[in-house]
Nanobody, 127 residues
Framework: QVQVTESGGGSVQAGGSLRLSCTAS????????LAWFRQVPGKEREGVSC????????LYVDSVKGRFTISRDNGKNTLYLQMNSLKPEDTAMYYC????????????????????WGQGTQVTVSS
């Protein structure tokens, strides 16, 4: 069974940085686009960033553009999200997922998760 594991979350003050990581067992990331999502209680999960399977295309939700950077290391089967200049509104549980190869080219709102949701990693930003 495919299992996705997120890590790297924590509690930081506004303006701080965190680097999230995501790995998967029984799944090679090579064949998929990869994406980060986040969710706060009472709200729907939203796509934050996506990187195409080739790594040549990335997408970001407007609220994180210029502050977050997504990257992937297929050799390590790992996805990253570097988060800088964090704001209290970034507080959420962050999840990763493999998505369709055709994703990550047009809209961050049009992603198709292909893997079960992991437990996520909590990011808390205080003002």
């Amino acid at each position: 069974q495919v299992q996705v594991t997120e890590s790297g979350g924590g509690s930081v003050q506004a303006g701080g940085s965190l680097r999230l990581s995501c790995t998967a067992s029984r799944l090679s990331f090579d064949d998929f686009g990869l994406a980060w999502f986040r969710q706060v209680p009472g709200k729907e999960r939203e796509g934050v960033s996506c990187i195409s399977f080739s790594g040549s295309s990335t997408l970001y939700v407007d609220s994180v553009k210029g502050r977050f950077t997504i990257s992937r290391d297929n050799g390590k089967n790992t996805l990253y999200l570097q988060m800088n200049s964090l704001k209290p509104e970034d507080t959420a549980m962050y999840y990763c997922a493999a998505v369709l190869r055709s994703d990550c080219k047009t809209s961050i709102r049009d992603l198709h998760p292909m893997t079960p949701w992991g437990q996520g990693t909590q990011v808390t930003v205080s003002s």
